[in-house]
């Protein structure tokens, strides 16, 4: 499959993918920026989340060209995505967020990247820019990376396209890398990003930005449809979710001191910052404790598909555990790198 996506690649056939769910506002901008794309998509295709706006009806009476997948209750994004990518045509999918609008060129642009990055690059990114036209991201333009908790930090690559993982924006790959979906349904929000980056880092394929592509917020505000201690229980859970799929089983040994301890600075923080973070971080530990199986199940499936050992993936980790933003955190980043030298996790920062 993938000489023939090569074989294709010169002019390949694009399928654009958006999981929805009360954005009927949004989708106006968004579908309309679609519609006027010089490198037209072979096809668009909206997964639906239960929606109780007009956002089908919408989509049914102005884009009739639309491909909708209805659900008929909210499933969440990976699902959505899933969904999208399984009844995909295209060579080259691409995930966008309703909530986004682009630029006439954004398709063509993001096509001509891929072309030149492959095979490299498995996943690229156009990243989400704000009205300045200025890309969006975390740290020093867009120079971050995962520590080895499975949290953003702040790291440096030697290709300067490069990252760990998506950031903010629209993703595209191959659709033969995925073919039943590139996430894990079971994630509903949170870290689906960390998941997609290292899911296609055992494949040995990075993760790279096409920076010229135009994708903007659109208009509206973000309202969340779940209270702030849910998201932050998806949040928490899917990141250990993270690390207890994809690392090898000697290197998860050697990190598991540093998700308990993790996880017993978030209870004891939870208590002096209020009950919301406190329930969510018990929450995610409990769904972990009585979900050994089915976390088994997913590690086994994860590390099956494993191309590259985790060395390879390592050195794009970094061994800080925290953002440089106090005393605390440079101690305990002092400390999280010894142990890495002393374990011998070999991460980015081992050949400074």
């Not at 990114?125 to 200025?134: A, H, I, R």
């Not at 997609?196 to 790279?208: E, Y």
């Not at 971080?281 to 979900?291: E, Y």
């Not at 794009?316 to 605390?328: I, K, T």
């Amino acid at each position: 499959m993938e000489k023939q996506f090569e074989l294709a690649l010169s002019n390949p056939k694009v399928s654009v993918v958006i999981a929805n769910h009360n954005n009927v506002d949004a989708l106006w901008h968004c579908l309309f920026s679609l519609k006027t794309q010089t490198y037209p998509p072979s096809e668009i295709i909206l997964v639906d989340n239960a929606s109780r706006d007009a956002s089908v009806s919408f989509v049914r009476s102005n884009y009739p060209q639309v491909h909708i997948l209805e659900c008929q209750e909210d499933f969440g994004a990976a699902m959505g995505y899933n969904l999208g990518v399984k009844t995909a045509t295209g060579h080259l999918v691409a995930l966008l967020d309703p909530k986004t609008v682009v630029t006439p060129d954004w398709l063509g642009r993001v096509v001509g990247a891929f072309q030149k990055s492959w095979p490299k690059f498995g996943l690229l990114v156009s990243p989400l820019k704000e009205g300045g036209g200025d890309a969006k991201g975390d740290g020093k333009g867009d120079h971050w990376t995962l520590n080895i908790l499975g949290s953003r930090v702040e790291g440096f690559f030697p290709h300067p396209q490069e990252l760990f993982c998506p950031c903010q924006g629209a993703v595209f790959f191959p659709r033969f890398l995925a073919l039943d979906g590139p996430l894990d349904a079971d994630y509903f929000w949170g870290a689906e990003a960390s998941y997609l980056g290292w899911k296609f880092r055992l494949l040995n394929r990075a993760t790279g930005r096409s920076p010229d592509a135009g994708v903007f917020r659109g208009t509206g505000e973000e309202v969340a449809d779940a209270p702030e201690w849910k998201l932050l229980y998806y949040q928490t859970r899917n990141r250990w979710l993270n690390l207890l799929l994809f690392y090898e089983r000697r290197n998860l040994l050697k990190v598991l001191p540093w998700i308990m301890g993790d996880a017993a600075f978030r209870l004891v923080k939870g208590l002096g910052t209020g009950f919301g973070p406190f329930w969510a971080t018990l929450c995610a530990m409990a769904w972990i404790g009585f979900h050994p199986r089915l976390i088994y199940r997913k590690r086994m499936e994860a590390q099956e598909k494993r191309k590259v050992p985790d060395r390879a993936v390592l050195r794009f980790l970094s061994g800080r555990v925290a953002r440089d933003a106090g005393l605390f955190s440079r101690v305990l980043n002092f400390f999280s790198l010894a142990y890495c030298r002393l374990v011998g996790l070999e991460v980015m920062e081992s050949k400074e």
